[in-house]
């Protein structure tokens, strides 16, 4: 079995700074893309940035300038730091990775539950 686990979420003020972490783990063979997508109330979920094993970044443009995200191949990682967040971001944040499980050796997308960040003064 392949598992997620998030972290980081939480409540910061606008202008402040939050890290999400994601794990994979499991029987995993390989994992191609990670990558953090987001849900605002009442939309559907968004890409908000994705790296592939390969260390290529895409990053969607409202959060370009602000948004870094990290990956340790070794331990199957991403984090997510997020700087100068607004209100606007306040949304639930969620992990994906593209993964081949050992067991079965077809790749298949593995979300985790999601973290809420909330951007309030």
């Known amino acids: 079995q392949v598992h997620i686990a998030e972290s980081g979420g939480g409540l910061v003020h606008p202008g402040g700074s939050l890290r999400l972490s994601c794990a994979a783990s499991?029987?995993?063979?390989?994992?191609?893309?990670m990558a953090w997508y987001r849900q605002f109330p009442g939309k559907q979920r968004a890409l908000v940035a994705s790296m592939t094993k390969e260390h290529r970044v895409t990053v969607d443009d409202s959060v370009k300038d602000r948004f870094i995200i990290f990956r340790d191949n070794s331990k199957n990682t991403i984090v997510l730091e997020m700087n100068k967040l607004e209100t606007e971001e306040t949304a639930i944040y969620c992990c994906c990775a593209r993964i081949t499980p050992e067991e079965r050796m077809v790749a298949s997308d593995y979300w985790g539950q999601g973290t809420q960040v909330t951007v309030t003064s």
């Open positions: 499991g029987n995993i063979f390989i994992v191609y893309d």
